[in-house]
């Protein structure tokens, strides 16, 4: 009778409940939309998600501004932007997070078999299962980034044993990851917007040469 009793007062109390599933638009704090929004679909293999209720964009730039107050020169996490599922049960699974990276990060282009480079912000690495997005933020709100530039990376990690290693999976992981790296240098106020453009250009750069990376090894 208790239960029911809640249950009762719950329904009478005019109190809506939030909706269980949203489209991809209302995912991450609303940041996905034209390209963006289509690639979470072709990705997720769905056009309907778990909705978190949650808005963390505003959290994570916290995290960055604090972690680049505190010095930190190397990776460190700012937190978890939001993690995408789809309805359908089988659907992959997005984990979108962003931190701080040391500056000879970027010259490192080593990357696993599934991912490729692309030339998009410091460095762009799209894969089947990881891709990372390094841009550079001069901002009012970063106290001496004009002489010293906050070094933020964005990190994704895709899960769906089904996945195809195709090109397309790889570019819309990328364009996923992108918009959410955008948003949060327009959030920071990042001159330029942290060199990112407004919709993704993905263009692949050339692979590294493994004759000469082994003959310079030698």
Do not use: W
């Not at 020169?73 to 962003?98: H, P, Q, W």
């Not at 990042?190 to 082994?214: H, I, T, Y």
Request: charged share 25%; hydrophobic share 35%.
């Amino acid at each position: 009778m208790l239960a029911f009793g809640l249950g009762v007062s719950a329904c009478g109390s005019g109190e809506s409940e939030e909706p269980s599933f949203v489209g991809a638009g209302k995912l991450c704090g609303s940041v996905f939309s034209g390209d963006a929004r289509a690639a979470v679909e072709s990705a997720i293999g769905d056009t309907s998600f778990f909705a978190t209720g949650d808005d963390k964009l505003g959290e994570v730039a916290t995290g960055v501004k604090d972690l680049y107050a505190d010095g930190q020169d190397a990776y460190t996490s700012a937190g978890e932007l939001c993690v995408i599922n789809g309805e359908k049960r089988g659907s992959g699974r997005m984990d979108i997070s962003f931190g701080l990276y040391k500056p000879e990060d970027v010259l490192d282009d080593r990357h696993s078999a599934d991912q490729r480079l692309y030339a998009l912000g410091e460095q762009a690495v799209a894969g089947i299962k990881n891709s990372s997005l390094r841009f550079e933020c001069v901002s009012p709100q970063l106290d001496g980034s004009d002489k010293d530039p906050a070094r933020i990376v964005g990190l994704m990690s895709f899960r769906d044993p089904k996945a195809p290693e195709t090109q397309a999976l790889r570019e819309d992981n990328l364009t996923v990851l992108h918009a959410a790296s955008f948003a949060l240098a327009k959030n920071l106020e990042c001159e330029n917007n942290g060199g990112l453009p407004q919709k993704a250009v993905l263009r692949p750069k050339p692979e590294p040469d493994p004759s000469q990376e082994s003959s310079q090894n030698g």
